[in-house]
């Protein structure tokens, strides 16, 4: 198995530290607004990646936090704290408990959409707010070794001291120039300080350091390290998170620990664009999984038009090309649909094939036409292609399982007639005439459901 690792810009053959068990970090989402479907790549992208290393007969375990403290407007440390921007746009008051509130209930959505896009949850998925203990012994542990200094409105990190600071993203050269996006603060030794404890007055954390936050970076540091020890094997996340983030997670961890490198594989997906401009939430440019299951869309549809790109291809998003998607999708469900009960064996040819081509840095572009090449084999009985699809599918996760099960129940024609009228009532957003329709199908004794394949009628 080869990755693409950010660290050597070059893909190397992956072998975990502990043959035992693969320990991978993910960071996970900053919970002040709904995920969009831009951040969404980077958690199927993850899934994709965890699929992989389980389908090659790894066991795993994978962490993910929940950003819900510390992380401001800017990457670099400056403007406003996101939690709190949330909290103001909401009208609330600004407390600690109406921002993990705020918190709880965006991670909610965020895991409801994972399930829609069939991404399986992580070994574990943590509030950032309850490890703050871990945050303040790892900055105690910078302070004692001499890596940190105090000014009005924080203690910072002094990447002075620290002689390869920024390898992640290319050394000294990319240095100079991701200096200048940052903006001054007069009081830091270098431009390029962070935070590692901010001072807040208000509703900060009233604790040793001082009332505050910690800084968003030493999250990451601090939660991985506390559960996957202080070197583990994958991290990861969107390419905006090189230039910063990762490489202050990397000052922090092996300043704090000494031990180098603190990951062996860093891996990150590009980005999905709108309009040719990053698709992001403080933008405001940027569509929901939910506003794609309005139109009528499966969330799987989104899955699957991710997996025709490679995870380190630019991607720019649009209606056309989901639907275009869409249509495929259906082809192959309606393909494999056609292939009888009868599960056969895997062939073991496609089967090297697909493996050749996933663990080569998750080629899902290739093992997407395989897939195709499978279906339309004419050497093949059917049930042996249902075995090789099933197989695929548990990296590809384009849910052929459920397909089977959606088919076992009869609809009658008259509640079928129903549900066509509410989903094309949905499309033209009539949700008052949808509502209703969905009423009325309920009261016959059916009801409707959004699942990862699309809207579904069930028996009450
Ligand atoms: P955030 O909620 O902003 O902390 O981001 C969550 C994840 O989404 C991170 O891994 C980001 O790097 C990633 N991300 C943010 N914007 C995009 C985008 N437009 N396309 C792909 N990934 C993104
Ligand atoms: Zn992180």
């Given at each position: 198995?080869?990755?693409?690792?950010?660290?050597t810009?070059?893909?190397?053959?992956?072998l975990?530290?502990?043959?035992?068990?693969?320990?991978?970090?993910s960071?996970?989402?900053?919970?002040?607004?709904?995920?969009?479907?831009?951040?969404?790549?980077?958690?199927?992208?993850?899934?994709?990646?965890?699929?992989?290393?389980?389908?090659?007969?790894?066991k795993?375990?994978?962490?993910?936090?929940?950003?819900?403290?510390?992380?401001?407007?800017s990457?670099?440390?400056?403007?406003?704290?996101?939690?709190?921007?949330?909290?103001?746009?909401?009208?609330?008051?600004?407390?600690?408990?109406?921002?993990?509130?705020?918190?709880?209930?965006?991670?909610?959505?965020?895991?409801?959409?994972?399930h829609l896009?069939?991404v399986?949850?992580?070994?574990?998925?943590?509030?950032?707010?309850?490890?703050?203990k871990?945050?303040?012994?790892?900055?105690?542990?910078?302070?004692?070794?001499?890596?940190?200094?105090?000014?009005s409105?924080?203690?910072?990190?002094?990447?002075?001291?620290?002689p390869?600071?920024g390898?992640?993203?290319?050394?000294?050269?990319?240095?100079?120039?991701?200096?200048?996006?940052?903006?001054?603060?007069?009081?830091?030794?270098?431009?390029?300080?962070?935070?590692l404890?901010?001072?807040?007055?208000?509703?900060?954390?009233?604790?040793?350091?001082?009332?505050?936050?910690?800084?968003?970076?030493?999250?990451c540091?601090?939660?991985?390290?506390?559960?996957?020890?202080?070197?583990?094997?994958?991290?990861?996340?969107?390419?905006?998170?090189?230039?910063?983030?990762?490489?202050?997670?990397?000052?922090?961890?092996?300043?704090?620990?000494?031990?180098k490198?603190?990951?062996?594989?860093?891996?990150?997906?590009?980005?999905?664009?709108?309009?040719?401009?990053k698709m992001?939430?403080?933008d405001r440019?940027?569509?929901?999984?939910?506003?794609?299951?309005?139109?009528?869309?499966?969330?799987?549809?989104?899955?699957?038009?991710?997996?025709?790109?490679?995870?380190?291809?630019?991607m720019?998003f649009n209606?056309?090309?989901?639907?275009?998607a869409?249509t495929?999708?259906?082809?192959?469900?309606?393909?494999?649909?056609?292939?009888?009960?009868?599960?056969?064996?895997?062939?073991?040819?496609?089967?090297?094939?697909?493996?050749?081509?996933?663990?080569?840095?998750?080629?899902?572009?290739?093992?997407?036409?395989?897939?195709?090449?499978?279906?339309k084999?004419?050497?093949?009985?059917?049930?042996?292609?249902?075995?090789t699809?099933?197989d695929?599918?548990?990296?590809?996760?384009?849910?052929?399982?459920?397909?089977k099960?959606?088919?076992?129940i009869?609809?009658?024609?008259?509640?079928?007639?129903?549900?066509?009228?509410?989903?094309?009532?949905?499309?033209?957003?009539?949700?008052?005439k949808?509502?209703?329709?969905?009423?009325?199908?309920?009261?016959?004794?059916?009801?409707?459901?959004?699942t990862?394949?699309?809207?579904?009628?069930?028996?009450?």
């Amino acid at each position: 198995m080869q990755f693409y690792n950010t660290l050597t810009r070059k893909k190397e053959i992956f072998l975990p530290i502990n043959p035992k068990e693969v320990r991978m970090y993910s960071c996970g989402p900053t919970v002040y607004d709904y995920a969009h479907i831009g951040n969404l790549r980077a958690y199927v992208f993850t899934d994709i990646l965890c699929r992989t290393l389980r389908y090659d007969g790894l066991k795993l375990k994978q962490i993910m936090n929940i950003t819900d403290v510390g992380h401001l407007t800017s990457d670099a440390d400056s403007g406003e704290d996101k939690m709190t921007k949330g909290l103001l746009r909401e009208g609330k008051e600004l407390t600690l408990k109406n921002m993990r509130e705020l918190a709880e209930f965006y991670a909610e959505s965020f895991k409801k959409d994972l399930h829609l896009l069939n991404v399986k949850m992580p070994s574990g998925m943590y509030f950032a707010s309850d490890y703050i203990k871990e945050d303040v012994d790892l900055i105690k542990r910078l302070e004692e070794k001499g890596y940190t200094y105090k000014i009005s409105d924080g203690i910072y990190f002094d990447i002075s001291k620290m002689p390869d600071y920024g390898i992640l993203r290319g050394g000294i050269a990319k240095r100079e120039e991701s200096k200048n996006r940052i903006a001054e603060n007069p009081e830091k030794k270098n431009p390029e300080d962070f935070v590692l404890w901010k001072f807040d007055d208000k509703i900060g954390f009233d604790l040793e350091l001082g009332k505050g936050f910690p800084g968003w970076h030493i999250e990451c540091s601090a939660m991985s390290m506390h559960f996957l020890g202080e070197q583990f094997d994958i991290h990861t996340g969107g390419i905006d998170h090189i230039s910063i983030h990762h490489t202050n997670e990397i000052a922090q961890s092996e300043c704090a620990t000494g031990k180098k490198p603190s990951v062996r594989f860093w891996m990150h997906n590009e980005h999905v664009d709108f309009g040719g401009v990053k698709m992001a939430k403080s933008d405001r440019n940027f569509f929901k999984l939910g506003s794609i299951v309005e139109k009528g869309i499966a969330p799987l549809a989104y899955r699957f038009w991710l997996l025709m790109a490679h995870y380190r291809t630019k991607m720019n998003f649009n209606y056309s090309a989901l639907e275009g998607a869409e249509t495929a999708l259906k082809r192959l469900y309606g393909l494999y649909l056609g292939l009888g009960n009868d599960i056969g064996h895997v062939h073991k040819e496609y089967q090297n094939k697909f493996k050749e081509y996933i663990e080569d840095d998750l080629d899902t572009p290739r093992a997407l036409t395989l897939l195709w090449d499978v279906v339309k084999d004419e050497n093949m009985s059917d049930k042996d292609k249902k075995a090789t699809i099933l197989d695929f599918d548990k990296v590809l996760g384009l849910g052929f399982e459920n397909i089977k099960e959606a088919k076992r129940i009869s609809i009658p024609e008259n509640i079928l007639k129903l549900a066509n009228e509410r989903e094309q009532a949905r499309k033209d957003k009539d949700f008052k005439k949808s509502d209703k329709l969905r009423d009325k199908i309920n009261s016959m004794g059916y009801d409707i459901k959004d699942t990862p394949q699309g809207s579904k009628i069930l028996k009450n």
